[in-house]
């Protein structure tokens, strides 16, 4: 098939962008999206013109670093679908594709469609794990945990911190991507004792960084490629309101 | 410099070797851990769990990734699961049998010490993952869950549905965060090494390039950790992430850290088959799916019916067949070459024919449609994302794919290579699974040397050191800047007129035709001749076009490439001198009648471990010989 591209094209954060038209030729049902840049960028080394910078590592829809908005949605027109793991198959001849960077204040963009997602590392800096230093942690089975919770856990605990949450929502939002670890961790006894200093810090460096607030329209759910629950905004918003009473209390 | 290859074993019986180390080891005092600056690259399983635990123990550390977060490191992608030796399930395991089956499975050629040391700390990685918060599979009574792997006859695989690989790496990270928030790890994400430095001898620093700036910067320490993965991607197509390269090990080789067993390659039996050739990688389906899934192909050369039309006694359960008592279940290299075995005979299946089915009726039949969603759902999911195909109504199609590499730098017994100072973790050294890995074994072996034997050994060195580190102005520093900003310019000035993937592809090739899954003496020859004609081509006629000033994913991929063109020369001469078939390592001209791998345990019974002798040179090889105490060497046996 025959494609046209709009692509957002930026020197660097300190340059203004512009969408730059290519038209994407020969391109089969069988490539995955990111295959479809590869040939078109091959193209254009080939003319003399810089390849087009985007994020991609493993391709196979796990590490989070590719991510771009595709007709307005990031990852694409497929529900639960990473853009390295959209394929060619769902356009058709004649299509025209406009490719833009996630776009929020807090991940500026770095060149064309790469963006800095740093933001995201600092907020789980800031509270995302549990303090276990390495040695002496116990038996493996010496505290059960019921299936149900495990499982919960594990639903939370697949984001892949891709940011597509934050492109998708109007008021770039990190709740989702918050609110995921809050719960993964919330949900295990193992997690618990630190839980509301965990939620309390994390919140705050959500804010620190320039993430807008959650206003439940759910675009984010929508768009996480990962599936993951509206549930757990809920989930650290009463986690949050639990922690913010106990420490007024104390 | 004259080169003695001291493993460093201790003295004693193999149970009690760790113990020992453990008890002899000189420590560093607590007060004076701070004093020490340690570079990690890498932010994968082997390389975040060493920098956090490196800096709970209250070192200096420093550590670098070329992604844009440590969390992206392409050990996120491991499906199956982690080995350890819990013995939960009461079906007989034990430390010595998975100590044991490693070595097998190794097919003889690992050191029996280190295999023996990782086998005693798998269980206090499943306890110090759990306590992280990593959410392994549990059973309705709340405990853990396991499944059986390839080249096991117990239970003893550890599982987060098919991410495990995912979660651990995300406790790793998590740790590794909470000491950034400490102050005792300082991380430098999109940061590539380029080069290693050594003064007097020791590694004390790096040279790397800040990727969006495009800044060489100088790094000094008192020792560096390389956790910089596998060179499967030598192969060009492979189930290894985009990013993933061998500079950093190569770097470390050309300044004299010996590369060891570069040829064991493991093909992983269970990919999804090509499709074209616009393919840039190639995707895994975990080897958990042989728990459930049969293989087979059609009894009938050149049979094109839909696979749900071939009645049952047409098809050829081939695995089940050879190999009855372990049937789909066979190690990873048994299984692939069988694989190749049948499509060579014309019965492949899928476009080129280069593809066997993987079948699940019978397990969907057996348990239900909704068990097998609930072991498999994501991989099914995935499987038909690229390929288009419902795997629950009629089998999946796979092939073999390279997927892991054996071999690594040389390391002794505490993980240090023959450049002292220099520590090798993970993937990328060699030394814990022979010449072939076992499933389940990797997310193991990155942990075991990050969390519980680098972070110990590492202070042996310290220890028995006084000058810890230099000024990063030290003119050793400035040399290494000035080769690498020159390196750079001239991969930027050749404007020739070929793009750098082009030569990825056609170094691809070569490997894939001459040093793959099968090779011969004239198959390494050709590959030798064809590697250097393609590197002299590389460097006239590459085209890399921008700056060395900003994000340039061009000149990444360039300085990457460039290495893999020397790279895949050491790996075929590796594979050249070794005449025998071992592992991931299968020499046509040695095999038993029925075309299983024909080891030579007098002549190759030892490590083969390379000296760089300049490009275009012949490297030279030093050997340790491995001695077997506690395992009888026996022929690989899976009947």
Redesign the interface.
Known sequence: MNLTLRVWRQ??AKTSGQFVTYQATDI?A???F??ML??VN?EL??K????I?F???????????CGMVINGTPHGP?S??TTC?L?M?FFKDGDTITIEPWRASSFPI??DL?V???A??RI???G????????G?????A?????ED?DK??DA??C??CGACVAACKNASAMLFVSAKVS??GL?P??HVEADRRVLNMVATMDEEGFGNCTNTGSCEAACPKEISLDNIARMNRAYAKALFKNKLA | MSITLESKIPSGPVGQKWSRYRQDMKLVNPANKRKFDVIVVGSGLAGA?AA??LG?LGYNVKCFCF????????S??AQGGINAA?N?RNDGDSIYRLFYDTIKGGDFRAREANVHRLAEVSV?I????????V??????????DNRSFGGAQVSRT?Y??G?T???LL?GA???L??Q??AGTVT?Y?RTEMLDLVLIDGHAKGIITRDL?SGAIEAHSASAVVLATGGYGNVFYLSTN???CNVTSTFRAYKKGALFANPCYTQIHPTCIPV??D????L??MSESLRNDGRVWVPKKEGDNRHPNEIPENERDYYLERKYPSYGNLAPRDIASRAAKQVCDEGRGVGPGGRGVYLDFSAAIQRFGRKKIEERYGNLF??YE??T?ENAYDQPMRIYPAVHYTMGGLWVDYELMSNIPGLFVIGEANFSDHGANRLGASALMQGLADG??VL?QTIGGYFAAQKNGKYPADHPEFRKAEEEVRARLNRLLSINGKK?V??FHRELGKIMWDNVGMARTESSLMHALERIPVLRQEFWENV?V??SGD??N??LEYAGRVADFLEFGELLAYDALQREESCGGHFREEYQTEDGEALRNDDKYSYVAAWEYKGVDQFPTVHKEDLKYEEVKMSQRSYK
């Open positions: 020197k660097n089969s069988e490539m995955s990111l295959e590869d040939v091959e080394i080939k003399g013109e810089e390849q910078a994020d991609h590592d493993c391709r196979e829809g796990i590490c989070g670093s497929l639960a679908t793991q394929h198959r770095i060149k790469v800095d997602r740093t995201f590392d789980i800096q800031s995302g794990f549990v303090s276990v230093s390495t040695g942690a116990p038996d493996g089975n505290i059960p945990i019921p299936k495990a856990a594990m605990a697949q892949i911190g993964h961790l295990l193992q997690g | 769990s956090a635990t709970e992604q844009d977060s440590p969390r992206r490191a392409h996120i992608a819990k939960y206090n499943i306890d110090q993952c759990v306590a992280q918060g959410p392994f599979a549990r059973e309705y009574g709340g405990l853990l550890f987060a549905r991410q690989g995912q979660q995300l990270y998590q740790a965060s909470r950034i928030a991380m994400s969006i992430a985009k990013g499709s074209g616009y393919q840039s990688k995707t895994l999911e995935m994302r690229i288009g969390y519980f972070p793009t993937t082009e085209n076009l921008g900003d994000l994913p061009a």
